[in-house]
């Protein structure tokens, strides 16, 4: 069982960066993939980028070089350090945390509200 918590949103103005965090406890925490998805009104949710136990990262095409996903395991903390953000970036984002090959272990943030204003 892991919950996840994000924290971090807020409106930024185009050009500008900010941090999101996503907070997890539970057992295990440190094993899943975690990533950061976001979802903006009208459109489906789509991945932003992913993290492995081991650190190894994946990113959208879209934030490629503007966002950096990271992890603390001691503390069990993920974070997505988002620059020159752009109107395109306004989305909920969500915390996810999952076991590869285990579909039903897949947990979920409630999500924070990133706003770029133009």
């Known amino acids: 069982q892991v919950q996840l918590v994000e924290s971090g949103g807020g409106l930024v103005q185009a050009g500008g960066a900010l941090r999101l965090s996503c907070a997890a406890s539970?057992?295990?925490?440190?094993?899943?993939?975690m990533g950061w998805y976001r979802q903006a009104p009208g459109k489906q949710r789509e991945l932003v980028a992913t993290i492995t136990n081991g650190g190894s990262t994946n990113y959208a095409d879209s934030v490629k070089g503007r966002f950096t996903i990271s992890r603390d395991n001691i503390r069990n903390t993920m974070y997505l350090q988002m620059s020159s953000l752009k109107p395109e970036d306004t989305a909920v984002y969500y915390c996810?945390?999952?076991?590869?090959?285990?579909?039903?272990?897949?947990?979920w943030g409630q999500g924070t509200q990133v706003t770029i204003s133009s």
């Open positions: 996810n945390a999952r076991r590869d090959r285990i579909p039903w272990l897949d947990y």
């Open positions: 539970g057992s295990a925490v440190s094993i899943y993939t």
